[in-house]
């Protein structure tokens, strides 16, 4: 199958999106039909501020659409076939928790918001802002910094 290198890049992006487990959990919720921020916020246990910043990443791939009702915002699938990959990838034969582990898939890196993953037990890559003493991840939005 040949691909141009702006098709390469879309599928690189979702990709991407999928690879964290707070936005997969989401995507995979998703697939059962539209939710409330709220609900996803329960269902992954983090402040509306993280899940608000995860669903722009699925949203910015072309993964989840919104829509707004008065105050509340709700999200749904904007590519249904995501469904049948998460099927796909259910189909996955079972392995052993040690094969796992040994695979270093149960390890728990560092993943930024961006997901900008580190390997297991070290921080993602911090950056130093200029004009200022405060740090931020890549992609969080800062400007004019370097990594530190």
Known sequence: ????????????????????????????????????????????????????????VLKQAGVVQDRKEGLWVYYRLHTPCVRQLLDCFTALPNKEEGEIVAAGILSTPAVAIDGTISPAGASPKRRRCSGGSSTHLPGDGGTDCEST
Request: aromatic share 2%; charged share 20%; glycine share 6%.
């Open 1 to 56: 199958m040949s691909m141009t290198n702006e098709e390469l890049l879309t599928k690189v992006a979702v990709f991407k999106a999928l690879g964290h487990p707070a936005r997969l959990t989401m995507v995979a919720a998703l697939t059962e039909g539209e939710q409330c921020v709220c609900e996803l916020q329960r269902l992954v246990g983090s402040d509306t501020s993280t899940v608000s910043k995860h669903l722009a």
